[in-house]
């Protein structure tokens, strides 16, 4: 099958944000320190007891927690800023490559490139392959791409779809009750 082309024209005047359902108006990200130790891990957990919380971890090794709340500019029906444009839209916003967009690269696919996501179900899978010394120390933790691996067949909501879908926690507990019936 010959691969779909564009032409510079078509691809510099694009708008790269048509049909995104937005997941980065959804949540805000905040840089987290790598867990070290059992006690680390522990917080982990904790701060995961909360809904609408998660973690993503990076290639890097990177750690974020992801809370998922959404910014009170933006139109969720259409998925498009209220203030784009005008001096009222942050700049970090405004400043923004959409062009690249880590977000939806990273959100808006079922094979996230950059980062692995871990809620609470996924934390449980994925602590079963840490290990600790005798001090509570970690001491061996799966790789990146294992750790991808490990947790991906796991659900995880929201999970955005394109054009423009979002599948919240509902619908996988609804799903999930179908498979158990
Ligand atoms: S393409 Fe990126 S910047 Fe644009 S709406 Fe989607 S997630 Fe946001
Ligand atoms: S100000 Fe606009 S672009 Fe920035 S997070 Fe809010 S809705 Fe999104």
Redesign the pocket.
């Known amino acids: 099958m010959t691969p779909t082309t564009r032409t510079f024209a078509e691809v510099t005047e694009q708008n790269?944000?048509a049909g995104?359902?937005?997941?980065?108006?959804r949540m805000q990200l905040v840089p987290y320190p790598p867990p070290r130790t059992a006690f680390d891990i522990d917080h982990v957990r904790y701060m995961l007891l909360f809904p609408g919380t998660e973690f993503i971890i990076s290639t890097g090794g990177d750690w974020s927690v992801l809370s998922w709340r959404t910014c009170s500019l933006l139109d969720s029906e259409h998925?498009t800023c209220t203030v784009h444009g005008t001096v009222e839209q942050p700049r970090i916003c405004a400043s923004?490559n959409?062009h690249n967009?880590w977000?939806?690269r990273n959100?808006?696919t079922d094979t996230p490139q950059d980062i692995y996501r871990l809620n609470l179900e996924r934390f449980d899978a994925w602590v079963e392959a840490l290990r600790f010394d005798e001090h509570g120390a970690l001491v061996m933790a799966p790789c990146f791409e294992d750790a991808q691996a490990l947790v991906r067949p796991i659900p995880i909501a929201p999970h955005f779809t394109h054009p423009g879908g979002i599948v919240l926690e509902q619908d996988i507990r609804v799903a999930r009750q179908h498979v158990a019936a």
């Open positions: 790269p944000c995104c359902p937005a997941p980065c108006c998925c923004y959409a967009c977000y939806r959100f808006v």
